[in-house]
């Protein structure tokens, strides 16, 4: 059963950071390329960062320089560490699969930036 568990989601400032993780479980985890997405209300879901299993990472302009996705084979975990947020960046943060996730997904993390 494929399952992921988001956390570290926060209140910040803008121009703060924040590290979220995501752990998943019931998924063979070194083999799959892995992303973090996004869905901010009324939005529909995108992906804002994505890493290969060769540790090759991407992301979208609107968070280039700012995000980075990093994971752990050996804990089964995904992190990304966000920096100089904006207010725009405000959404609950999911990892998955990438580009297309599982169709499971799992409770997200609440990111809110805000002064």
């Known amino acids: 059963q494929v399952q992921f568990v988001e956390s570290g989601g926060n209140l910040v400032q803008p121009g703060g950071s924040l590290r979220l993780s995501c752990a998943a479980s019931?998924?063979?985890?070194?083999?799959?390329?892995m992303g973090w997405y996004r869905q901010a209300p009324g939005k529909q879901r995108e992906l804002v960062a994505i890493?290969?299993?060769?540790?090759?990472?991407n992301y979208p302009d609107f968070v280039k320089g700012r995000f980075t996705i990093s994971r752990d084979n050996a804990k089964n975990t995904v992190y990304l560490e966000m920096e100089s947020l904006e207010p725009e960046d405000t959404a609950v943060y999911y990892c998955?699969?990438?580009?297309?996730?599982?169709?499971?997904w799992g409770q997200g993390t609440q990111v809110t930036v805000s002064s």
């Open positions: 998955n699969k990438a580009p297309i996730g599982f169709g499971a």
């Open positions: 019931g998924i063979p985890f070194r083999i799959y390329a």
């Open positions: 890493i290969t299993t060769r540790d090759i990472t």
